[in-house]
């Protein structure tokens, strides 16, 4: 996570936006910023600089205190230094050179529109809101830059950046309130669609793990027993074993630099086929469906968290084995290093024959600067930073009143010469684990 801004300055007068596509990605040409952003209580008492380096990923430390002592970043109108003390009711400003990654150049489709709401597919790897390194590369910044620069959304569901599917945006605060309520108060079902790693348990799995946020920084979540309960009923769709073709060619595969005999066994997921799995989450969790499946044994293929055999381990934090092992503070620091020193690396991209096409194309720093402000630059992102295999397939009313329904994205459809459902019947097999839910939980 990079820098949230609150009341960012729009940086342009013109209209529409200035996105140019390129390359099947969707750019912005780089534009002057300023974030404001009043104190927040959990950074009272420190100094400027410690809440930057604790609370910002965009950009190096040394940047960052450079821009304190040049006059980039002020407190209240006034240039402020890196030992300035954060006080209740301060407003810190910084003005910079503004650089947006590139994100998908997918079409937002609409599903359906009346005078209330716009349902949309979400293209995966496109975040709803202006936030961190994103402002114009967003769902609501793209849709206002189709209509008009008076153009209001208001959402009434939220998606994770990777995350793909049904979304809604109503037109108006009080049919997003509506609607919100109704989401909240749980007379609405949802449904996700993932595609995980191996041979998911047959019949109805139900996993009750309740959730800890380890690092907002890093949008980091594990299964504690002192985080907050949660629940995920899943339902194998299809499974689909791998290729035998590719199995051969990887056994005459060398292996890779500083990988063990044993992890090449383990390794990977071809070896192990995959799954495609119904997911319903009764609570509503951040990373929920993604924690639950790892803790299963079944991490989403191409998860950059929490199916990365570099920050977990040859298990994948299945069952949080190594939980003393793998401590917070390790995978913490894994975590950071990753779209810096080193590239994503789920485990749908350890393939030897592969690796290094994805690590020359992955985003991480580049070590060239910006010509305008000396900022580093990162490289463009690689198709394992712009998607993940989990889908909002479907939001129903559980009176019946309504439901909308997404076609299934490309990677849950049977492989090429392989049979297996193209589209997923109704809820209702699955209701009854999700009514047995304790009413209290929240």
Same mark, same amino acid.
């Given at each position: 996570?990079?820098?949230?801004?609150?009341?960012?300055?729009?940086?342009?007068?013109?209209?529409?936006?200035?996105?140019?596509?390129?390359?099947? %990605?969707?750019?912005?040409?780089?534009?002057?910023?300023?974030?404001?952003?009043?104190?927040?209580?959990?950074?009272?008492?420190?100094?400027?600089?410690?809440?930057?380096?604790?609370?910002?990923?965009?950009?190096?430390?040394?940047?960052?205190?450079?821009?304190?002592?040049?006059?980039?970043?002020? @407190?209240?109108?006034?240039?402020?230094?890196?030992?300035?003390? %954060?006080?209740?009711?301060?407003?810190?400003?910084?003005?910079?050179?503004?650089?947006?990654?590139?994100?998908?150049?997918?079409?937002?489709? /609409?599903?359906?529109?009346?005078?209330? /709401?716009?349902?949309?597919?979400?293209?995966? =790897? /496109?975040?709803?809101?202006?936030?961190?390194?994103?402002?114009?590369?967003?769902?609501?910044?793209?849709?206002?830059?189709?209509?008009?620069?008076?153009?209001?959304?208001?959402?009434?569901?939220?998606?994770?950046?990777?995350?793909?599917?049904?979304?809604?945006?109503?037109?108006?605060?009080?049919?997003?309130?509506?609607?919100?309520?109704? +989401?909240?108060?749980?007379?609405?079902?949802?449904?996700?669609?993932?595609?995980?790693? =191996?041979?998911?348990?047959?019949?109805?799995?139900?996993?009750?793990?309740?959730?800890?946020?380890?690092?907002?920084?890093?949008?980091?979540?594990?299964?504690?027993?002192?985080?907050?309960?949660?629940?995920?009923?899943?339902?194998?769709?299809?499974?689909?074993?791998?290729?035998?073709?590719?199995?051969?060619?990887?056994?005459?595969?060398?292996?890779?630099? *500083?990988?063990?005999?044993?992890?090449?066994?383990?390794?990977?997921?071809?070896?192990?086929?995959?799954?495609?799995?119904?997911?319903?989450? @009764?609570? *509503?969790?951040?990373?929920?469906?993604?924690?639950? %499946?790892?803790?299963?044994?079944?991490? +989403?293929?191409?998860?950059? +968290?929490?199916?990365?055999?570099?920050?977990?381990?040859?298990?994948?934090?299945?069952?949080?084995?190594?939980?003393?092992?793998?401590?917070?503070?390790?995978?913490?620091?894994?975590?950071?290093?990753?779209?810096?020193?080193?590239?994503?690396?789920?485990?749908?991209?350890?393939?030897?024959? @592969?690796?290094?096409?994805?690590?020359?194309?992955?985003?991480?720093?580049? *070590?060239?600067?910006?010509?305008?402000?000396?900022?580093?630059?990162?490289?463009?992102?690689?198709?394992?930073?712009?998607? #993940?295999?989990?889908?909002? #397939?479907?939001?129903?009313?559980?009176? $019946?009143?309504?439901?909308?329904?997404?076609? %299934?994205? $490309?990677?849950?459809?049977?492989?090429? =010469?392989?049979?297996?459902?193209?589209?997923?019947?109704?809820?209702?097999? #699955?209701?009854?684990?999700?009514?047995?839910?304790?009413?209290?939980?929240?």
């Amino acid at each position: 996570m990079a820098e949230a801004h609150e009341n960012g300055s729009r940086p342009l007068d013109d209209w529409p936006s200035p996105y140019y596509l390129e390359n099947g %990605l969707r750019r912005v040409a780089p534009y002057h910023f300023t974030y404001n952003t009043w104190c927040k209580e959990r950074w009272r008492g420190r100094r400027l600089i410690d809440v930057f380096e604790s609370e910002f990923r965009d950009r190096p430390l040394a940047y960052y205190k450079n821009a304190m002592e040049t006059g980039k970043i002020c @407190v209240n109108g006034k240039p402020a230094g890196p030992d300035h003390i %954060l006080r209740n009711g301060e407003l810190v400003s910084h003005t910079i050179h503004r650089h947006e990654p590139p994100v998908a150049a997918d079409p937002i489709q /609409i599903l359906h529109e009346d005078e209330d /709401i716009y349902v949309i597919n979400k293209p995966s =790897g /496109i975040p709803v809101h202006p936030a961190g390194r994103y402002n114009f590369n967003s769902v609501i910044e793209i849709m206002k830059a189709q209509r008009s620069p008076d153009w209001i959304a208001y959402t009434c569901n939220r998606l994770d950046r990777l995350t793909s599917g049904i979304m809604f945006v109503a037109k108006t605060p009080k049919a997003a309130d509506r609607l919100s309520i109704q +989401i909240k108060q749980r007379s609405v079902r949802k449904e996700y669609i993932a595609r995980v790693i =191996g041979n998911f348990p047959d019949g109805e799995v139900v996993c009750n793990q309740p959730l800890l946020q380890i690092s907002p920084k890093l949008g980091l979540n594990r299964v504690r027993a002192n985080g907050k309960t949660a629940r995920t009923v899943f339902k194998k769709l299809a499974y689909y074993p791998p290729c035998e073709s590719r199995q051969k060619q990887d056994e005459k595969t060398p292996l890779a630099l *500083g990988e063990a005999p044993e992890e090449k066994v383990r390794s990977w997921a071809r070896k192990e086929g995959y799954s495609i799995v119904r997911c319903l989450p @009764v609570t *509503g969790r951040t990373h929920q469906i993604r924690v639950h %499946l790892q803790h299963l044994g079944h991490p +989403i293929q191409n998860d950059p +968290i929490y199916a990365n055999q570099r920050v977990w381990g040859i298990n994948l934090g299945y069952n949080d084995p190594d939980a003393l092992e793998n401590t917070d503070e390790d995978i913490i620091t894994r975590l950071n290093r990753m779209g810096k020193e080193e590239v994503a690396d789920a485990v749908a991209y350890h393939d030897e024959m @592969v690796d290094e096409y994805y690590k020359r194309k992955a985003e991480k720093m580049s *070590g060239e600067l910006c010509d305008v402000c000396d900022t580093p630059l990162y490289t463009d992102p690689g198709l394992q930073e712009l998607t #993940l295999w989990l889908h909002s #397939l479907r939001y129903e009313d559980a009176g $019946g009143d309504w439901c909308y329904t997404s076609p %299934l994205p $490309g990677w849950a459809l049977p492989p090429s =010469g392989m049979l297996g459902p193209t589209e997923v019947g109704g809820m209702e097999e #699955l209701v009854s684990a999700v009514k047995d839910v304790n009413p209290k939980i929240s």
